[in-house]
């Protein structure tokens, strides 16, 4: 079966840095998401992986390794605004989306 | 960027009522569009995947006589709860592609229709 492990929640502190990590395991690969998702609210896009290595856009980092089936996310200078579900997603073979069930981050000052 | 809007944001109904929600691209052209269920607290669960002109695809255990689809315009996706139930109520979220799911071409979302059944 198709399965995204992420952790489901984590604390960290205003102004930190903070790693969400994401392992997958699908029927094939054609590129990894990260979505922000406020509660109440739609997902948000933060970033696209389809090869290995680090795209860095702004406070926000996001880390592949096809090899092993694994990516994160990395959050610097974390903001209370922050505070949010963060959701990796991948697409299969088919081009299908195959979502994990989140991380909830929360923020404290 | 592109924008998504659904119609109406929030719902409530009687059970035994049909309620439709719409969802449009608003500045590009989404070839394929996806409906998803998002439950409190839980991931988001994908429902159909529509392209345009042509019928939805459901996913296993979404009843399609139940969630009707319609995609009959590159800018339009209807879906249509039939007969809600208490059950139904959900927070239920559409996104567009431009593109039939390859590459980078992301999905952007809709803002979520709230339905409460009553």
């Known amino acids: 079966g198709q399965n995204i492990d992420q952790p489901t929640e984590m604390t960290a502190t205003e102004g930190a840095i903070v790693q969400i990590n994401c392992t997958y395991q699908t029927s094939g690969f054609n590129g990894l998401f990260w979505y922000q998702q406020h509660a109440g609210e739609a997902p948000t896009f933060l970033s696209y992986?389809?090869l290995d290595g680090l795209e860095e856009k702004g406070r926000f980092s996001s880390f592949l390794s096809r090899s092993k089936g694994y990516s994160y996310l990395l959050l610097k200078e974390l903001q209370m605004k922050d505070s949010a579900s963060y959701l990796c997603a991948v697409k299969d073979s088919n081009y299908q989306l195959i979502w994990g069930a989140g991380t909830k981050l929360i923020i404290k000052p | 960027g592109a924008v998504v809007s659904q119609h109406p944001s929030w719902v409530i109904c009687k059970s035994g009522t049909s309620v439709k929600i719409e969802c449009r691209s608003l500045?590009?052209?989404?070839?394929?569009m996806f409906w998803y269920r998002q439950f409190p607290k839980q991931s988001l669960m994908l429902m159909a995947t529509s392209n345009e002109g042509s019928k939805a695809t459901y996913e296993q255990g979404v009843e399609k006589d139940k969630f009707l689809i319609n995609h009959a315009s590159l800018t339009l996706s209807t879906l249509t709860v039939t007969s809600a139930h208490p059950e139904d109520s959900s927070f239920y979220i559409c996104?567009?592609?431009?593109?039939?799911?390859?590459?980078?071409?992301?999905?952007?979302f809709g803002p979520g229709t709230r339905l409460t059944v009553l």
């Open positions: 992986n389809v």
């Open positions: 500045d590009f052209q989404a070839t394929t």
């Open positions: 996104s567009a592609s431009s593109g039939r799911g390859s590459g980078s071409n992301e999905q952007f």
